[in-house]
């Protein structure tokens, strides 16, 4: 039998590598995503084992619906990844210009950090019917507070260290069931959110997070890593 694997933000990027190599790799991928811009129709085409699942990590009607539609399509959940994000423009000035009544930063935390918790608060029964019980948390080495050296970017560094504590705080509590929990940095990537001058492809990330999620892993092991299976400084 096939194993799973959600993926949510599918629909572009890092996510929609993610569900083409899970995919090629004859795994049932359960895409979440808001909208299709195309490339996951496309994928569905080549792929008869992946499809598309709804899913706004925003709002827990949309993520409790979306489990309850997995569970329709699957017995448990191997792998949850937690992949969509926003890199808010408003939160890269310095201190004195940075507009703090426009809602940017709870916005952030809102996608980076809460959308993670309430997908993975959903999906746990599922995945605790699930083989692999790993939960995947895409993070950034912006969310390290060791090696911090941006004098900006308040929401979304900020994001990505709750997010790094959210996956602790989940392996401390989890791992007696036989969970595994990653933070993983995918590397500074050609998408919408790198930018022109990224120097990663999406799809070389995506194979490198897919070797890491194919490790064994024991709960004890380091958490936070970036994509070429490097471990990093909290
Ligand atoms: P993109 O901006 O290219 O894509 C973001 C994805 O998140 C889109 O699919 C988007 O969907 C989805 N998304 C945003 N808000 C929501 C929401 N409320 N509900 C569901 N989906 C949502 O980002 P990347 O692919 O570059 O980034 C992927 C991950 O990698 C993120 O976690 C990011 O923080 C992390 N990362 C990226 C780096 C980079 O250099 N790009 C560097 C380090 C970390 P929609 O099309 O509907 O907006």
């Known amino acids: 039998m096939r194993e799973t694997v959600l993926i949510t933000g599918a629909n572009r990027g890092l996510g929609l590598a993610l569900a083409n190599k899970f995919g090629g ?25 992946v499809s598309v699942v709804s899913l706004d990590v925003t709002d827990v009607d949309s993520v409790r619906n979306a489990a309850r539609q997995v569970s329709e399509r699957a017995t448990g959940l191997d792998i949850l990844i937690n992949n969509a994000a926003i890199f808010p423009e408003e ?31 959903q999906f746990l029964p599922l995945l605790e019917r699930g083989q692999r019980k790993l939960i995947l948390n895409v993070s950034s080495e912006a969310g390290s507070i060791a090696d911090c050296r941006r004098k900006s970017q308040y929401a979304y560094c900020m994001s990505k260290a709750a997010l790094n504590m959210q996956s602790r705080i989940l392996q401390n509590d989890l791992g007696r ?19 022109p001058d990224a120097t990663v492809p999406p799809d ?8 890491l ?19 990093l400084r909290w």
Do not use: C
Request: charged residues 25%; aromatic residues 8%.
């Open 177 to 195: 069931k036989g969970f595994k929990v990653l933070a993983v940095h995918p590397g500074w990537m050609q998408t919408d959110m790198g930018g």
């Open 213 to 231: 999620a194919m490790r064994h892993w024991d709960p004890s092991d380091e958490i936070y890593w970036d994509y070429r299976g490097n471990s």
């Open 91 to 121: 939160g890269t000035p310095p201190l004195a210009k940075l507009d703090l009544s426009d809602m940017h930063l709870q916005r952030t935390m809102d996608v980076n950090v809460l959308g993670p918790l309430r997908v993975t608060q």
């Open 204 to 211: 070389v990330s995506a194979a490198g997070i897919f070797r």
């Open 25 to 49: 790799e004859d795994w049932q991928v359960l895409a979440g995503a808001r909208a299709d811009h195309g490339g996951l129709a496309d994928l569905v085409k080549r792929f008869p084992h």
